[in-house]
């Protein structure tokens, strides 16, 4: 079987932070740029940030640029987001992508091959 399962989202205050996590199964990471989009109830699905091989730097949109932080642990097969400084127009569902492999990371969804079923993540107070 072949998945990717997000785990780490919940409700938070603005100003706080979540860590999300993102496992996969049945298939590497290693040879796979790893994005993440979210999506918001009405709004257009958004590409958040991106970790690609370990000679690409990491992508993010300007939106979340310098609050969050991807990573990845090829070891344990799987990837992570940071996120710091939450605000309320942050809320969405959160959802990881592995993208065919040996392409470079873009936020959009033309490269993505396996897509997780999401994680909830709500600011508010």
């Known amino acids: 079987q072949l998945q990717l399962v997000e785990s780490g989202g919940g409700s938070v205050q603005p100003g706080g932070s979540l860590r999300l996590s993102c496992a996969a199964s049945g298939f590497t990471l290693d040879t796979r740029a790893i994005v993440w989009f979210r999506q918001a109830p009405g709004k257009e699905r958004e590409g958040v940030s991106c970790?690609?091989?370990?000679?690409?730097?990491?992508m993010y949109a300007d939106s979340v640029k310098g609050r969050f932080t991807i990573s990845r642990d090829n070891a344990e097969n799987t990837a992570y987001l940071q996120m710091n400084s939450l605000k309320v127009e942050d809320t969405a569902v959160y959802y990881c992508t592995a993208q065919r492999p040996f392409t470079v990371c873009q936020l959009t969804p033309d490269s993505a091959a396996y897509w997780g079923k999401g994680t909830l993540v709500t600011v508010s107070s």
């Open positions: 970790i690609g091989l370990s000679d690409e730097a990491p």
